[in-house]
């Protein structure tokens, strides 16, 4: 079969990406510029200098992607875009970018569900395969995709309130680690034991949805309580105990949902899924499961980027899944929820 | 010379296709804000119907704000990459200016409007000789009270036009006869004159580093700047 290559851009919430990918699974460059350091000026993202900063350096990401990669325009089968979910005024740049340079060289427009990205970052380490279950959980996502076939996303079961990842960064700001807070959190959590034994919202509950805002105000309670009566807490336990918290209820909403759909793999995929409390609990819940084969999204593109899009952009390209120049950034883009 | 323009800085949607001169094809449209949307299909449209292919462009000409910022984004990211893309020359023009550009044959200053919101406006005053224009009062985005002091001091009459709505009749009060309003079907943005003026302008040396004439911070990058003045603020965007 012929090579694909597939030029594709990332912009949906506070990094800027572009990357070529090979054959929907081979990284020929993936440039990604991130603002992190910006938004931690506010502790969090705020949208219109999210935007701001994606028009500074669009046309550098297509450069360097083309530059790194070797490739030139008519090297390619597609351009591959994430059209939505996000921040629509982040979106607007890539999508529009993506447009301008599909009509420029003729090539054909992509539009990516940026879920469907995050899962299909596993198949830039090996190739899915199907039916597969994917938990994504990110600062603006937690959510079980069930995939029957490579094209077929059906979200099983989403958040309520907060995203996993929102709840870090909220109780990151109590405990004084500035957004996003993720990482130190984990790190915390290793040396830290759940003595605070927080709830476990919707644990015991018949469906896979998760809610995760009834847990971070039980955190945040707990430390004003203590802050009240003069007591300090240990922040490493405080840590822990969330992470335990937030781990059990992913991991048991996962494990009920492979009971209910066997599949060959579970993918783990978003910001959060490279916490490695997270993938050492599914490591060892998936020992029950011997016929299903975990994937880990690989920790370096767990993050936003341009990489994973394109490799979803290579498999919706063999599917003719194709926009046109009309296409717009669709901020609350989402499955189809099986319930 | 094959150039486009566009302008979505503001609710009118204007694109442009020209030969030199001569004016091949142009669409404006003021019933919609649907620029993401509709923006490409009618440059494509436009340059099918100037059987031109986008190899054929030697310049782009875009009206880079200030204006409805996601508006101002739009053209802009559109223009840059293109310009990136294809290796052609991009030329950015006050929004502003191109509104202007309706008035260009005209002896009175000139005062394109943006409403800001709240009595606030994005503006400027301009005037032409021999088509060629002069900012008399730099772009700015400010309040109209202060505008109508620094109008004042002209002591000239003054063509208003753009988004007058909210503020045509107090600066008729303020300045009674000197205030004269802009034909409607002249307070819309042209994309044909932009590019026409876009043709003798210096095309920008550095692509990349286009970013839209916002003219005005955001609340927090304003509000973190008051409290950290000295900041180097070049370095916000690293790549992994």
């Known amino acids: 079969m012929k090579d694909s290559l597939i030029l594709s851009f990332e912009t949906s919430c506070d990094e800027t990406s572009v990357a070529v990918i090979k054959n929907g699974n081979q990284i020929l460059s993936n440039i990604v510029a991130t603002q992190i350091k910006s938004h931690q000026r ?3 993202v705020v949208p219109e200098v999210a935007s701001r900063h994606h028009i500074e350096q669009i046309t550098g990401c297509i450069r360097d992607a083309l530059n790194e990669s070797g490739m030139s325009y008519p090297d390619f089968d597609g351009v591959a875009v994430t059209y939505g979910p996000g921040l629509v005024g982040s979106l607007l740049i890539g999508v529009n970018a993506a447009k301008t340079v599909a009509w420029a060289h003729n090539l054909p427009l992509i539009p990516v569900n940026h879920i469907a990205g995050h899962i299909y970052g596993a198949n830039l380490v090996k190739q899915i395969e199907f039916p597969a279950m994917a938990l994504v959980v990110s600062g603006g996502h937690t959510e079980l995709v069930y995939m029957p076939k490579e094209d077929d996303f059906e979200i099983i ?5 907060d995203a996993a990842g929102e709840a870090y960064d909220k109780i990151g700001r109590v405990l004084g680690i500035n957004y996003p807070a993720g990482k130190q959190v984990d790190q915390m959590a290793h040396l830290g034991k759940d003595v605070f034994h927080f709830p476990r919202a919707m644990d015991k509950e018949d469906n896979f949805d998760f809610s995760f805002s009834g847990l971070k105000s039980a955190f945040i309670n707990t430390v004003h309580h203590a802050d009240q009566i003069n007591t300090s807490l240990d922040k490493n336990d405080l840590a822990a105990s969330f992470q335990a918290a937030v781990v059990d209820v992913l991991s048991d909403k996962t494990v009920k949902a492979l009971k209910e759909f066997p599949v060959k793999q579970l993918i783990l995929g978003g910001g959060v899924a490279a916490n490695l409390g997270l993938r050492d609990r599914l490591k060892k819940d998936l020992t029950d499961f ?13 993050g936003d980027n341009a990489a994973m899009i394109g490799a979803a952009g290579a498999m919706l390209l063999r599917h003719h899944v194709f926009a046109d120049a009309s296409l717009n950034a669709d901020p609350s883009l989402e499955f189809e929820y099986i319930s | 010379m094959k150039v486009l323009s566009l302008d979505t800085s503001n609710q009118p949607l204007s694109v442009a296709i020209l030969d030199d001169n001569r004016l091949l094809a142009t669409t404006t449209i003021t019933t919609h804000k649907k620029h993401a949307e509709f923006l490409m299909p ?18 782009v000409v875009v009206a880079i704000g200030p204006g409805s910022y996601t508006g101002i984004r739009i053209a802009t990211t559109v223009a840059k990459t293109l310009a990136m893309t294809l290796n052609i020359e991009l ?25 800001g919101r709240n009595e606030n406006m994005f503006t400027g005053l301009y005037k032409f000789h021999n088509g060629q224009p002069e900012n008399v009062i730099p772009d700015q985005h400010t309040d109209l009270s202060e505008w109508l002091n620094q109008l004042k001091a002209t002591n000239e009459k003054i063509i208003i036009l753009g988004e007058i709505d909210s503020f045509a009749q107090k600066m ?10 802009a034909d409607p079907l002249k307070s819309i ?5 932009l590019g026409i003026y876009g043709l003798h302008q210096k095309p920008v040396k550095d692509v990349d580093s286009v970013v839209p004439r916002y003219l005005r911070l955001t609340k927090a990058e304003a509000d973190w700047r008051k ?4 900041e180097d603020t070049s370095n916000y965007v690293e790549k992994l």
Do not use: W, Y
């Not at chain 1, 079961?157 to 309130?161: L, Q, S």
């Not at chain 2, 009618?42 to 310049?59: F, V």
């Not at chain 2, 943005?189 to 004159?193: G, R």
């Open chain 1, 42 to 44: 506010f502790g969090g």
């Open chain 1, 157 to 161: 079961g989403e958040t309520r309130d």
């Open chain 1, 290 to 302: 011997p016929e299903t084969e975990l994937m880990l999204v690989p920790i370096h593109l767990c």
């Open chain 2, 42 to 59: 009618i440059i494509e449209d436009l340059m099918k119907k100037s059987k031109l292919k986008p190899q054929d462009l030697d310049r």
């Open chain 2, 91 to 115: 030329v950015t023009v006050s929004s502003l200016l191109n509104l202007a550009l309706n008035f260009k044959d005209s002896q009175l200053l000139i005062n394109p409007i943006f409403d």
């Open chain 2, 172 to 181: 008729k009060e303020k300045l009674g006869q000197h205030i004269i309003l």
């Open chain 2, 189 to 193: 943005p042209s994309a044909s004159e």
């Open chain 2, 227 to 230: 409290l950290h003045p000295k």
